[in-house]
Each structure stands twice: as C-alpha cells, then as structure tokens.
C-alpha cells in the first residue's frame, strides 16, 4: 500500500482558506486519494475521494497533480467546527479496499 | 439504520476477562471493517468482510482476536483475555463497491484494569 506523508499539524482562523497537501510517491495506478475528517470520540468521517485533476463538492476541494505524487485538500473559509484531524489515504477500489492511516494532519482553526 | 451502530460506547473490562463488541452497519453494505485507534495515533486495520466471509484478517494482532459476521450484517468482536495494551477505541465502518468511502461509527471504547 503507498505510504501517504502529511504535516503532524497546521494551524489557521476563521474566514481563512486552509490547503493541506499530502504525498504518495509511490501511489499506484489503480490507487484512489481519499481524505477524511475526524473529531474527538467520533469516527473518521469521508470528505471526498478523487483519482486526477480536480474535485469538488460541498465541502471541500481535492488537487491531483498529473503524475497523482501528491495532493491537496482544501478547505474554503474554515470556521472553528473544522478544528480536527485530518487523514489522506491511497487505496484501491472506490469504497472497497482496507485503508492505511497515517497520524492524519491536526487542524487547528482558532478565532 | 441510517448509520453505523456500534455498541457498547464504552466497555471496562478487568484484565483477563472476555469482551465482545458489536457493529451494526448501514443496511445493504457488504463490506465491514473493524479498526483500532489508540490516543495520538489513525486507526489500525484490524479486519475486512466482504459478506459473512473474512476477506482479510492480516491486522489481528494475536489469535486473542476474532470476529464474526455470520449473516453478513452485524459483526461481533471478540477479545479473550484482555491486556492492558488492548485499550483502545475500536472503530467499526462499512461500505458498497463503487461507493466515496467507508462510514465509520463513533468507536466503542475499551479499558482494560
């Protein structure tokens, strides 16, 4: 499984826009770049998943580079309920493939 | 339901004992995983089903270890003669091929004394 190397932590405030990028040189050709967030005493919660280019939902923005080596979450105009940890992985088949976490990325947005 | 259920939230348990944690998932997911998070650190595969089958069990520690799913929706955990290094939050989530990603549950949090 390609191993995934992030920032232990990142700090930010409210109204900023936060970009948390994540490495995965070895990232295979049938790897998917997913990234969760996770709060205290809950289970890690699905963000969004991409493969290349650009993806977008309600919630953030993935960047995939051209050659898939890295990746970058972003979070537009945080506010303090997106203080959390947040984990990038590379796996397999979209929502069916054990998952490697690393220690995650602790997001910390303050007034 | 609409989530991942997992139950209990808590469990303290006396070394040695045997404890068994459920996890109830999103109704129609075929896979299920069970994770270990210890404090500071991202949740550690322990077990995948696909079905009532154990596709992959490589993440159990020890044969103290095992986990069951025989209808191929509730899983149980089981853990026999707990350690003290057992203690961890032990994450539950379940997930459809072609889906985002896992759905995971709110953990069932173990102590051992």
């Known amino acids: 499984l390609a191993k995934t190397t992030q920032p232990i932590s990142m700090d930010s405030y409210e109204g900023q826009e936060v970009n948390i990028t994540c490495s995965h040189n070895?990232?295979?050709?049938?790897?998917?770049i997913t990234w969760y967030q996770q709060f205290p005493s809950q289970g890690p919660r699905f963000i969004i998943q991409g493969y290349k280019t650009k993806v977008t939902n309600e919630v953030a923005s993935l960047f995939i580079p051209a050659d898939r080596k890295s990746s970058t979450l972003s979070l537009p105009r945080v506010s303090l309920s997106d203080t959390a940890v947040y984990y990038c992985?590379?796996?397999?088949?979209?929502?069916?493939?054990?998952?490697?976490f690393g220690k995650g990325t602790m997001l910390l947005v303050s007034p | 339901g609409a989530g991942v259920s997992q139950t209990p939230s808590n469990k303290v348990t006396e070394k040695g004992k045997y404890v068994e944690l459920r996890c109830d998932p999103i109704s129609g997911h075929t896979a299920l995983y069970w994770y270990r998070q210890s404090l500071g650190q991202g949740p550690e595969f322990l077990i995948y089903f696909q079905g009532t089958g154990a596709a992959d069990d490589s993440g159990l520690p020890n044969d103290r270890f095992f986990a069951v799913r025989p209808e191929g929706s509730v899983s149980t955990l089981k853990i026999q003669r707990t350690e003290r290094g057992d203690s961890a939050v032990y994450l539950c989530?379940?997930?459809?091929?072609?889906?985002?990603?896992?759905?995971f549950g709110s953990g069932t949090r173990l102590t051992v004394v």
């Open positions: 070895n990232i295979a050709t049938n790897d998917y």
């Open positions: 992985l590379v796996g397999g088949l979209r929502g069916y493939s054990t998952l490697t």
């Open positions: 989530a379940s997930s459809q091929v072609g889906g985002d990603g896992y759905t």
